[in-house]
């Protein structure tokens, strides 16, 4: 926990701290001071998206919220879980889609949401289905939401301050090149920032399993439900695949690298039972993992971890 923790902590100063010192070179090399008006806009239009973005979700994933009397399954587990980790209980939806999966969502601790696809709910048994809402039930206690949005307004400064470069560059064709270069480096700054914040979604990614465990869930029941979900949406035909591509950040994995991730978890799957069960667990704990040089470069660019990593961390919660 306190290397996650740690991790998070110095990757948010590291974040501020980049673009404080470029917005600061930059400033001070071309004698522009209207930076701060951009800087403020984008501020803005992150408010404005983190304000809308529940309805938004609810939109594009056709999200109905649970009645009183409906899925009463679904809403005893959620309920349960969020008195655990002593938050307010979210409003609980489901989502039409097929496609297996849930995420939670929410403007901030009292505004949780968790919702789950009719494609879970027929995928999952009881124990399954109540680690994942363990996971969304972690992002929201964590404010993962909130942390992601912070992070991600660097990346669009940055790419306001390389577009201001770009177009409204000094006048003099001396000032132009030096233009030229700094909004050059900004745009380099701009890749390298939305990098770090993929990497970010996946340390919260792995900070919502270990508090999934901690909220009494087995780390089998959590591998078991990722195993499916990834076998579930390996089935998915690339239609409903599509239908579903703008949320896969909000998702529990990410439904487009299925197909890889399924052939990479077989192996774990020793007995074939379509499972993971503890024992099966131990043994990869004592495993050394080989990835080839692919599966490192996509997921630099992914919002989740790969997934026999994350299994493989979930196998270090497992007793002795």
Known sequence: MFSLKMRMYVLVALMFSFLYAVVTMISYAMGVVNFGAYFVITIIFMLIQYMLGPKMVEWSMRVRYVKDGEYSQLVSMVRELAHKANIPMPRVAVSQMTVPNAFAYGRWLSDGRVCV??????????????AVLAHEISHIKNRDVLTITLL??????????????????GRSRREGQSTLLFGLAALVMYFITNLIVLYG???????????????????????????????????????????V????????????????????????????????????????RAQVLKLNSADKFFEIFSTHPNMLKRIKRLSTYVAK
């Open 201 to 243: 979604s996946r340390i919260r990614e792995y900070f919502a399993d270990q508090g999934a465990v901690q909220l009494g869930n087995h780390p089998k029941y959590l591998a078991s439900a990722l195993y499916k979900l990834v076998y579930g949406s390996a089935r998915m035909s690339r239609e409903q695949l599509r239908e």
């Open 152 to 169: 991600s307004v660097i990346p669009l400064v940055l790419y306001r301050i390389a577009f201001h470069m770009f177009f409204y560059g």
């Open 245 to 284: 591509e703008g949320m896969k950040a909000f998702f529990v994995n990410d439904p487009s690298r299925a197909v890889g991730e399924l052939k990479e978890l077989s192996q774990i799957d020793v007995d074939g039972s379509g499972t993971i069960d503890a024992e099966e667990l131990r043994i990869l």
């Open 117 to 130: 696809t009719q494609g879970i709910l027929q995928l999952l048994n009881p124990d399954e289905l109540n």
